[in-house]
């Protein structure tokens, strides 16, 4: 069983509709939950982050982390053509310093116009 | 947030045959990362390259196969050794810049492709 489990997709939806993506995890360890955004031939950016359990947003991105069914979601509102991108959930144990990053395989999202 | 950029973006090599990935900042950072981002897996960590020391290496990657050079603050280099098809990748070079990950950015990335 991978320690991080993200469905690939891929996910199109129509211009404005609200996305849902998940993720999957089974090390009770991890603290820190991020989301990252990779348009096609570029590295990934980080679009959200949150520690620990609870809800974060930011602009039309809301992060969900719940810790006791090991579950985050990223939820896109209004979304646009400019969102059609892969989004990776990642996250980390507490360890300062040295802080590894466990990724999801990422999911595959086009707006459709 | 750090400007990263890779050289070369992207490749064609043959079997048998080495290549050398650069990674320059356009800033000082104290950790840098490699990973591989093969198609429809995950992003791996292959090792951390810390100035002034030896890379740190995950499980499964090995010095031999993919030794790395981080002789200043700003800049690694990844090789990539006696490659084979099974090689053939993204391979992206990360730097951390605070103490936790959401200060984690990364490259633009090398599209390997081995023959």
């Known amino acids: 069983q991978k320690e991080v489990e993200q469905d690939p997709g891929p996910l199109s939806v129509p211009e404005g509709a609200i996305v849902s993506l998940n993720c999957t995890y089974s090390n009770s360890a991890f603290q820190y939950f991020m989301w990252y955004r990779q348009y096609s031939r570029k590295g990934p950016e980080l679009l959200m982050y949150?520690?620990?359990?609870g809800n974060k947003e930011d602009g039309r991105f809301t992060a969900q982390v719940d810790k006791s069914s090991k579950y985050i979601s990223l939820f896109i509102r209004d979304s646009q053509p400019s969102d059609s991108a892969t989004y990776l959930c990642?996250?980390?144990?507490?360890?300062?310093?040295?802080?590894?990053?466990?990724f999801g395989t990422g999911t595959r999202l086009t707006i459709i116009p | 947030s750090a400007v990263i950029s890779q050289k070369p973006s992207r490749d064609i090599c043959q079997r048998g045959t080495s290549l050398t990935i650069q990674c320059q900042v356009d800033?000082?950072?104290?950790?840098m990362f490699w990973y591989r981002q093969q198609p429809g897996q995950s992003l791996t960590l292959i090792a951390t390259?810390?100035?002034?020391?030896?890379?740190?290496?995950e499980s499964g990657f090995v010095i031999d196969k993919f030794p790395i050079s981080r002789p200043n603050l700003t800049f690694s280099t990844l090789t990539v050794s006696n490659m084979s098809p099974e090689d053939s990748s993204i391979y992206l070079c990360?730097?951390?810049?605070?103490?936790?990950?959401?200060?984690?950015?990364f490259g633009p990335g090398t599209r390997l492709t081995v023959l």
């Open positions: 800033s000082q950072v104290t950790m």
């Open positions: 990642a996250m980390s144990e507490l360890n300062f310093g040295n802080e590894k990053l466990t």
């Open positions: 990360s730097v951390q810049q605070g103490l936790s990950t959401d200060t984690q950015y």
């Open positions: 949150t520690y620990s359990s």
């Open positions: 390259a810390n100035q002034g020391s030896e890379a740190t290496y």
